[in-house]
């Protein structure tokens, strides 16, 4: 093997590292200073050949009435991005207005955050459609699935999840809780 050949190859090899490093490091980062909601979850227990088990979570946020939304709506909304205000509501966060804008991220004092989802590509809404399901968007925000250990798919008790939200809108799952308390204290 000639020497240019080796460094090329050390190159490789270096950027694929440097490349899983740098996206461990954004994660965690985001975990560390993201914003901290608790959002209210409802539970599908489906299990997948390859990875294993996982649960598949619906939030109260992810449908978004029509009357929701602010600004213009684009002609075809599916796989579209949408911009969400969540404000506090008790315990949990709720859909303050969604916009296909982008949405200015409230101050540091304020407690509304602005999370950033995709219109659900299952969804065949148009603008003007008069049928039953136009009256609201169904959003993913990229939180919808969290893998648990094997024959732990379905646990009992009330889920929710606490989400780090970034300043760029996305969200991450930083804890998911069985009746107040961390799954992986619930499964041991």
């Known amino acids: 093997m000639s020497k240019r050949t080796l460094i090329g190859l050390i190159l490789v090899i270096a950027a694929q590292v440097l490349w899983v490093v740098a996206t461990t490091v954004i994660k965690e980062d985001a975990h560390a200073t993201g914003r901290r909601i608790l959002l209210e979850t ?3 227990d489906p299990r997948d050949l390859l990875r294993g088990d996982y649960l598949i979570l619906n939030y109260n946020i ?3 009435p029509r009357d929701m939304l602010r600004g ?5 909304v599916l796989g579209k991005t949408i911009y969400v205000s969540l404000v506090p509501a008790g315990r949990f966060y709720r859909v303050e207005y969604a916009s296909f804008q982008p949405i200015a991220s409230p101050n540091a004092n304020s407690a509304a955050v602005v999370v950033r989802g995709t219109v659900d590509e299952r969804f065949r809404w ?5 049928d039953a399901d136009s009256k609201a968007v169904p959003v993913m925000y990229g939180i919808e699935r969290y893998y648990v250990p094997e024959g ?3 646990p009992k008790g009330t889920l929710t999840v606490e989400a780090s ?24």
Do not use: C, H, Y
């Open 42 to 44: 409802r539970p599908v």
């Open 62 to 64: 992810s449908t978004i």
């Open 72 to 76: 213009a709506v684009p002609e075809i």
């Open 126 to 130: 148009m603008r003007g459609n008069a």
């Open 152 to 154: 732990e798919g379905n």
């Open 165 to 188: 939200i970034t300043g760029s809108g996305e969200a991450l799952i930083r804890e998911l809780l069985v009746d107040g308390k961390p799954f992986a204290q619930r499964v041991r």
